[in-house]
């Protein structure tokens, strides 16, 4: 049965939310689990549908693997099957975080090649180069990424760029490979510390988590563990934008506010009143009173502005005060759904990777299709700013990455429904 999200536009979101663990954290940390025979427990975990997909990629790979709500708990064979096919990987793109770990315990890989949100090309050759260096063969066969290695060794990778998925993979080899491997370039993401604290917590032997330059002494082998996932930034981020744009109230709860310095400062440009929260868990606080006015955001890698919340600025800047310019610098195709807020009456315009947004005082509701996770939360934002109904077809994209998404907009006021029913033609 197809879904929609209808949202009735013009409530002032006010209240509470908490934000569990990060989608872009908890996926990699399963994949972890591979690294070690036996039980590794994550908790915190968001109930979002990527969990049981990826549940699925290790299932596949001979593990066992229980969820149960925030819990989930992963049994790693001795023995795991080195081949992901291609049913449970087309689903989605962080199970390719299977392949470094696979290479390591394995010492061979065959991994089909991953699906997930479009938003433009997305290679991997990063991940191969830094494969090879470790001292593996790799190619695409048949669909598949191809990798294979007698021994791994340690190794200097300078990444060229400073890929979250790159800099995973690598580091899930590297943790049992002979000798040492510097990773410069790496990417910094808080996500990054959280996959190095956990393999840390394993046995390995990671110095630099957090900086640009990863050291990795090799380790024979690693232990299971039990960790708590780091809260989702992103969430916190689409929280703080629907406060501001809103001209709401928003007290974001299980959330580092220093992971998201960039956004709150962005927030403060655009008049609101930010403050951080330690209690009853740290978080944050947005209290917006006037309309926002327009800033300019720029995406980059940590620290700079993630690239997920660009769609809730471009948001943002469709009802701003002034003329904003978004840039985006790291997906070619993260654009795409400004057509979609086009129809509801956005004044955009894109042109390669930047996007001038003349802000106006309403949106309009309009029917819109959300083509990826972060398009599909922004387009939702922006409704709750237009005069009428919007709404938001194609949502199995927004379950992918928000637990209790319409139950927590509905806690903070929103006048929003999950309706299943036929797109009407
Ligand atoms: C992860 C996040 C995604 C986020 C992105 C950037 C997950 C599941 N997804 O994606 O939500 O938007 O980080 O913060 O964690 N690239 C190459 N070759 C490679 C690898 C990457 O050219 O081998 C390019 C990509 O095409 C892209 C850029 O590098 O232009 C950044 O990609 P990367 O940081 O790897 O993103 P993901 O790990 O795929």
Redesign the pocket.
Known sequence: MSEHFRVQGGARLVGEVSVVGAK?SV?KLMAAALLAEGTTTLTNCPEILDVPLMADVLRGLGCAVDIDHDKVTIVSPPKPNHRADFASMSKL??SVCVLGPLVARCRKAVVALPGGDAI????????QNGLRQLGATTGIEHGCVVAEAENLHGAQIWLD?P????TENILMAAVLADGTTVIDNA?R?P?IIDICVMLQQMGAKIEGAGTSTLTVHGVQSLQPTEHRVIGDRIVGATWALAAAMTRGDITVLGVDPGHLNLVLEKLRSAGAEVTTVTEPQQGFRVVMDGRPKAVDFVTL?YPGF???NQPFAVALAAVAEGTSMITEN??EARFRFVEEMMRMGADARTDGHHCVVRGIEKLSGAPVWASDIRAGAGLVLAGLCAEGVTEVWDVFHIDRGYPQFIENLQRLGADVQRVSAPPER
């Open positions: 872009n996926l793109r962080a433009g090309s997305r290679p991997l050759d990063m991940h760029f890929s979250v998925g790159a990417a993401e996500e890698p993630a690239t997920d790291v997906f």
